[in-house]
């Protein structure tokens, strides 16, 4: 199901209100079989024991579930691959020197940090984000 990779740390920082909420709902019904895994998957997102697990508690679901499911997966899909692009998200940075060099992005963030705190120094080069004017 992939739910591990769009792990709960990821997801709070990094996208709307509209992929959580599809992330959430996805969560729920998968820990109806499979609780104590699912939140062992999102500390581990790369245990492919974790994902084995949750993947044979799948296996044994009706096909009315295992449906019910996949559109939730497929709802979660759809909403990550809506987001607009960030090329640099840093969540948080404390004490911390930063160097970025050049970015580019034709749409969405270059950079987005959420919070830095004192004696945190951050050095970027040029970012551009978005189309250039006269450019497509």
Known sequence: MGTGRAGEATIKGAVGEAV???????????????????????????????QAVIAAAVDRLSGKEQGELREL??????KLKAQPPIGLDIGRLIDASVEVGKI???????????????RATIKTGDIRVGTLPGKQ
Do not use: F, H, M, N
């Open 20 to 50: 959580k909420d599809a992330y959430d709902l996805l969560k729920t019904k998968l820990s109806r079989w499979a609780a104590s895994d699912v939140s062992e998957l999102e500390k581990a997102p790369d245990s492919k024991l974790r």
């Open 73 to 78: 997966a497929q709802a979660l899909t759809d």
């Open 104 to 118: 580019e992005v034709t749409e969405g963030t270059g950079v987005r940090i959420q919070e830095a705190q004192q």
